[in-house]
Nanobody, 118 residues
């Protein structure tokens, strides 16, 4: 199991930027990938971005392509989500998740709130 702690959320105006961090501990040596998900009020949790831990391959939801960048620092066991050109529609609780295999269930962090004002 992997323990995850997110940080970096906050309130920002539309067009602004934030960088989220997700620090992992525990069975980090066996991680296959880490991802970011978000859940807005009244909506289901949705995929935002993911990165494979060893190779660094990335994938993004269409809604954030070109605005968000996921990265990782293996030495620090930390993943990042750089969010630029933020829009009010990006307002949500952002969760970090990790899994050991592509078919494994994910371990989740507690979430961090991102609020984008007009």
């Amino acid at each position: 199991q992997v323990q995850l702690v997110e940080s970096g959320g906050g309130l920002v105006q539309a067009g602004g930027s934030l960088r989220l961090s997700c620090a992992a501990s525990g069975r980090t040596f066996s991680m296959y990938d880490m991802g970011w998900f978000r859940q807005a009020p009244g909506k289901e949790r949705e995929f935002v971005a993911a990165i494979t831990w060893s190779v660094g391959s990335t994938s993004y939801a269409d809604s954030v392509k070109g605005r968000f960048t996921i990265s990782r620092d293996i030495a620090k066991n930390t993943a990042y989500l750089q969010m630029n050109s933020l829009e009010p529609e990006d307002t949500a609780v952002y969760y970090c998740a990790a899994r050991e295999r592509v078919w494994s269930s994910r371990d989740w962090g507690q979430g961090t709130q991102v609020t984008v004002s007009y």
